[in-house]
């Protein structure tokens, strides 16, 4: 097994870091080379998400080859090879593919460490933002823009307005009618936009206190702000209160909330929003 030390957190982070260089390049070429997967629905794939994922691959191997690695970027080992791994890094090359298409600079690189179903370990790093979290199980979480890392915590929601992050891309009907749901209970609700993995970090540095994700993401998508934010004190829960696990056999996430501490009680608003 990994130990998780200042060590783990510092080698992710350099990882991070390192493709997020290769994806900046990209980014700035102008030069995207957008293609669309060949999934459901047609998820945008640009030369940024493969550049990115050979770099993590190639660099998480060298640091501990006995891991495997789950990335959305590769093709996925099949449940009666994955049933069996204790502890894995999952990984999100370039996570918010359509906020780096748009050019908005909320995309992030994410990499976890999943021990037993859980995330303990997580990186996720906006390289147009030079802004990095990072949150391990034991250690805390914390945040660097540029002039070193300081540690972060969620807040508590009823110290003054509650504050929702949606996503910028894909917010839906749902997440409006809960937020017309809190409303007109009298909690007052202001709404933030965010692309990618960063809509969990502003729970976990306490800048948001619910976000609501009432439609399709995959483990990929959540396992590394996932650890960042219960390092900071929060929890990322389905609907009926279960934190959520990973490596299961459908990589499907479901519906989920992610909260600060106290947790918002969002159940008391769910009258009417659909699942």
């Known amino acids: 097994m990994i130990k998780i030390n200042q060590e783990l957190l510092d080698e992710l982070t350099r990882i991070s870091k390192k493709a997020g260089a290769a994806i900046i390049k990209v980014y700035e070429s102008g ?3 957008v293609t669309h997967k060949d999934d459901e629905i047609h998820s945008p794939l640009t030369r940024a998400d493969t550049e990115a994922n050979n770099i993590i691959i190639k660099e998480l191997s060298l640091f501990s080859p006995k891991t495997p690695v789950l990335s959305e970027e590769i093709k996925e080992a099949p449940f009666s090879e994955r049933e069996g791994w204790r502890e894995f ?7 918010g593919t359509k906020e780096f298409i748009k050019q908005n600079d909320q995309f992030t690189v994410n990499i976890a ?3 037993d179903g859980i995330p303990i370990a997580g990186v996720v790093y906006a390289p147009a933002l030079h802004t990095t979290y990072v949150g391990a199980t034991g250690l805390g979480a914390f945040k660097d823009t540029g002039s070193g890392f300081k540690k972060i915590t969620t807040s508590d929601y009823r110290d003054k307005k509650l504050k929702l992050v949606a996503s910028s891309s894909h917010r839906g009907t749902s997440v409006d009618k809960l937020i ?3 409303n007109d209970a009298g909690a007052e609700v202001s709404c933030i936009g965010m692309g990618s993995s960063l809509k969990l970090c502003l729970i976990a540095e306490g800048e948001a206190h619910l976000y609501p994700r009432l439609g399709p993401t995959m483990e990929w998508d959540t396992g590394a702000a996932h650890a960042v934010v219960t390092a900071a004190g929060g929890a990322v829960r389905d ?3 279960t934190p959520l696990r990973y490596n299961k056999a459908n990589l499907l996430n479901p519906f989920f909330m992610v909260t600060g501490t106290p947790p918002f009680p969002f159940e008391d608003f769910m009258e009417g929003v659909e699942e």
Do not use: H
């Open 31 to 33: 030069d995207l080379g």
């Open 89 to 95: 890094f999952l990984v999100d090359p370039l996570d």
């Open 113 to 115: 460490l999943i021990r």
């Open 180 to 182: 017309s749901n809190i």
């Open 239 to 241: 609907l009926q209160g």
